[in-house]
């Protein structure tokens, strides 16, 4: 009864690990390509190995937009303890924010239009899921692993290339200069 037990769950995480896999070949092949501008990047961690921290523009459109709309439901929102539990609310929040691909100063190049709101997107309007958690907003991968000793190349990446998934969600692909020049070889995703 133990080996079925022990058989069962191991059929289980592999196919999970399996569908995952799956899915993200999926976003990778049918998924739309964006462009996002990355803000200053992070040197590399000594303990980590050869990687690149990134951080996003649209993260802090996206955090200013979320500021604002939290200083106007505390305006709105009468004296004492409501406006501390919308402050509460507010510090670890979940959404999606509206970008629009511009094609400046790239093509592909996507920008930041507002929170979203329910109201139907223009045509070339899409959603990009974030994460609040404090005060830091996260839309996109956080790093950029790349092989030991090829750090110079990517020293100067402008944008993250991503394909976006239908529920908001992206997966990085690569690195690319002010150019729109994928880093690294190859070709636009």
Do not use: W
């Amino acid at each position: 009864m133990r080996r079925l037990y022990i058989l069962v769950v191991l059929v289980l995480f592999l196919g999970g690990y399996a569908l995952a896999a799956h899915r993200m070949e999926t976003v990778r092949t049918e998924g739309k390509t964006i462009l996002l501008a990355l803000a200053p990047v992070d040197p590399r961690a000594p303990l980590m190995g050869d990687y690149m921290a990134l951080r996003y523009v649209v993260n802090n459109d996206i955090r200013k937009a979320l500021a604002a709309q939290k200083n106007a439901q505390e305006n709105a929102a009468k004296a004492g303890q409501k406006a501390a539990t919308a402050r509460e609310q507010k510090r670890n929040a979940e959404g999606f924010a509206v970008l629009r691909i511009t094609n400046e100063p790239v093509p592909q190049a996507a920008t930041f239009v507002r929170l979203d709101d329910g109201s139907p997107l223009q045509a070339d309007e899409f959603l990009l899921a974030y994460r609040l958690r404090g005060y830091e907003v996260t839309s996109a991968a956080p790093a950029f692993y790349f092989q030991e000793g090829t750090a110079r190349q990517y020293a100067g990446a402008k944008f993250g290339v991503f394909k976006l998934a239908a529920d908001g969600k992206t997966l990085l692909v690569g690195l690319c200069d002010g150019g729109g020049r994928v880093i690294g070889g190859g070709n636009m995703p």
